[in-house]
């Protein structure tokens, strides 16, 4: 059993950055993949980044490629999400998801763990 708690969302200008958290709770926190994913009022939930359960891979959705950078603790039970250089459209609830695998994958449906999401405003 896993539960995952977001933290760290908030209003920020263009061109701002903000670090979002993830605690896990769950003795086999490190062997699960994670990921983060987001969803925008009307849109359905897409994939941000992921990781796997070592930390040695990550993966990226073209729209956040050198701007957003996903990394763990796994001594805190934590995953983070750096994003830097937002834009209006990085607007969006913002979800931390679990699995228990060493692969990431970019479908919702394979993920079993989710948090209750921040919520990460960017203005223009």
């Known amino acids: 059993q896993v539960q995952l708690v977001e933290s760290g969302g908030g209003l920020v200008q263009a061109g701002g950055s903000l670090r979002l958290s993830c605690a896990a709770s769950?003795?086999?926190?490190?062997?699960?993949?994670m990921g983060w994913f987001r969803q925008a009022p009307g849109k359905d939930r897409e994939f941000v980044a992921g990781?796997?359960?070592?930390?040695?891979?990550?993966h990226y959705a073209d729209s956040v490629k050198g701007r957003f950078t996903i990394s763990r603790d796994n001594a805190k039970n934590t995953v983070y999400l750096q994003m830097n250089s937002l834009k209006p459209e990085d607007t969006a609830v913002y979800y931390c998801?679990?699995?228990?695998?060493?692969?990431?994958?970019?479908?919702?449906?394979?993920?079993?763990?989710w948090g209750q999401g921040t919520q990460v405003t960017v203005s223009s």
């Open positions: 990781i796997s359960w070592s930390g040695g891979f990550t």
């Open positions: 998801a679990a699995r228990p695998d060493t692969i990431v994958v970019v479908t919702p449906a394979r993920y079993s763990y």
């Open positions: 769950g003795r086999t926190f490190s062997s699960y993949a």
